[in-house]
């Protein structure tokens, strides 16, 4: 619920047949969330967010980094949202974290987000791919287009991301596109799970990647 002094706020959407799987779901703030899966007999971190006003994203990224460095390292973080800026097409000085695919240049928030990835050991996921431009940009007004949503996840799950794209089509809200992680787990047997954060799906799979 959202108190008469506050204009934000958010939720999720969990597909039907994985509500089953969703063991625990945390509200820290009114920006962000912890959502607990267990996928493949591991259990799988969803934390979407959406990014703070520039007077208060010092504080919110500090809340940040303690939610996620204390998630055990034996669970995987998917971290989804928007971050509320461009890290570019370059992957100096951040090889590993970004994986040197993406659009447009880096802008002044870009640090926020490339250190706090690096200093928690995560991969950008939309940086790993080498896509059209309109599957990378997730933000559209007039001529203006950037990306400005990510996802995130620790470098040890790093294989198991097998895709990730913007629908050019699809909008989540006006302005915002849909962007998409499809993961591979070793389940003999799994269908497709999708969690819906404001504009970031993330699509899970097991099998033969669709």
């Not at 097409?89 to 659009?103: K, L, P, Q, R």
């Not at 939309?126 to 287009?145: C, E, H, P």
């Not at 962007?179 to 033969?208: H, I, P, W, Y």
Request: with cysteine; charged share 25%.
């Amino acid at each position: 619920m959202r108190g008469k002094d506050r204009s934000d706020g958010f939720g999720m959407f969990v597909t039907e047949k994985w509500v089953d799987s969703v063991v625990k779901l945390e509200r820290h703030s009114e920006r962000v969330l912890i959502l607990k899966v267990v996928l493949d007999n591991s259990l799988m971190n969803v934390l979407p967010h959406l990014g703070k006003p520039e007077e208060e994203k010092e504080s919110f990224w500090n809340e940040l980094f303690h939610l996620v460095s204390c998630i055990p390292q034996s669970e995987m973080v998917v971290l989804v949202g928007d971050m509320n800026g461009h890290v570019g097409s370059n992957s100096v000085g951040y090889d590993g974290t970004h994986g040197g695919y993406g659009f447009g240049d880096r802008n002044a928030d870009s640090s926020r987000i490339l250190e706090f990835a690096d200093g928690l050991n995560l991969v950008i996921c939309n940086t790993l791919f080498m896509k059209q431009d309109s599957k990378l940009v997730t933000y559209i007004d007039g001529s203006a287009k950037s990306t400005v949503h990510y996802i995130m996840v620790r470098q040890g799950d790093k294989v198991k991301v097998r895709n990730v794209k913007v629908i050019p089509n699809e909008e989540c809200i006006p302005k915002h596109k849909l962007l998409v992680m499809d993961m591979r787990f070793n389940a003999t047997k799994m269908a497709t799970q999708e969690v819906r954060a404001k504009s970031t799906c993330m699509e899970t799979q097991g099998g033969t990647h669709l």
